[in-house]
């Protein structure tokens, strides 16, 4: 099978499609790779495409009013870039980041509205998926932000494991290039608060951190840390 049509195929948002309609959006597909540390688009820059990870891993994130960097998420194989998708004329909302040399695929706006004046079938398909996608998406934000600093880290690692961690007898290995720094950002406090809460689980025997990352050895004990 094309890697274009089986990345294209594993998106949330073009589950609905069926094949002649995958190989529709294929056909308008560019592929881009960026190494790490280079800037996909900055915040506020007009937005002419939407992006989808063929594998690696990026960055979203804003700067707030003094000058901080504060990390929305962090983005890997089969995820889509801006969430806000095709049908919004807004401005690109936070700048992305690559972290480890990635791979994409690129749809240009302007491409994929010539494709649904064609193909209509492909908007009212992919609209409803958004739809869905954008009430689980306000849900999960109101459970995550009404929950403590060290919960909403709890939660970061666990979801990082399941999504990227490689798997052994002895537990999960996490080997993605983020700092204490990315992890304040990602849960909203400052970095000594996420050093103290790091250093108490490692004391827990819960986590081992080291250059290469972080290992977690047990993700139902991390679960329940308080």
């Known amino acids: 099978m094309d890697r274009k049509i089986e990345t294209l195929r594993n998106i ?28 996909v688009f900055l915040e506020g820059e007009e937005r002419e495409a939407v992006f989808f990870i063929q594998s690696g891993i990026l960055k979203a994130y804003k700067i707030d009013e003094d000058g901080n960097e504060q990390v929305i998420s962090l983005l890997h194989d089969g995820d889509m870039f801006p969430h806000v998708g095709f049908f919004d004329a807004s401005p690109y909302p936070a700048t992305v980041e690559v972290v480890q040399d990635v791979e994409l695929l690129v749809v240009l706006i302007n491409d994929f509205e010539e494709l649904v004046m064609q193909q209509p079938q492909i908007a009212i398909k992919v609209m409803k998926i958004m739809g869905k996608k954008i009430l689980d998406l306000q849900q999960r934000v109101q ?8 919960h909403r880290l709890v939660e970061v690692l666990i979801k990082l494991a399941k999504e990227q961690g490689i798997k052994n007898k002895e537990g999960i290995s996490l080997q993605i290039p983020i700092t204490n720094q990315d992890f304040a950002n990602m849960v ?29 050895y047990d993700l139902e004990k991390l679960q329940n840390f308080q």
């Open 12 to 39: 949330p948002i073009f589950s609905g499609l069926d094949n002649d309609e995958l190989h529709y959006v294929q056909n308008i597909a560019i592929k881009r790779s960026y190494k790490k540390k280079a800037i």
């Open 143 to 150: 459970d995550f932000i009404s929950k403590d600093v060290t």
């Open 188 to 216: 909203g406090t400052s970095r000594e608060s996420i050093n103290r809460i790091l250093n108490q689980m490692k004391k827990n025997k819960l986590i081992l951190t080291d250059r290469n990352g972080i290992f977690i």
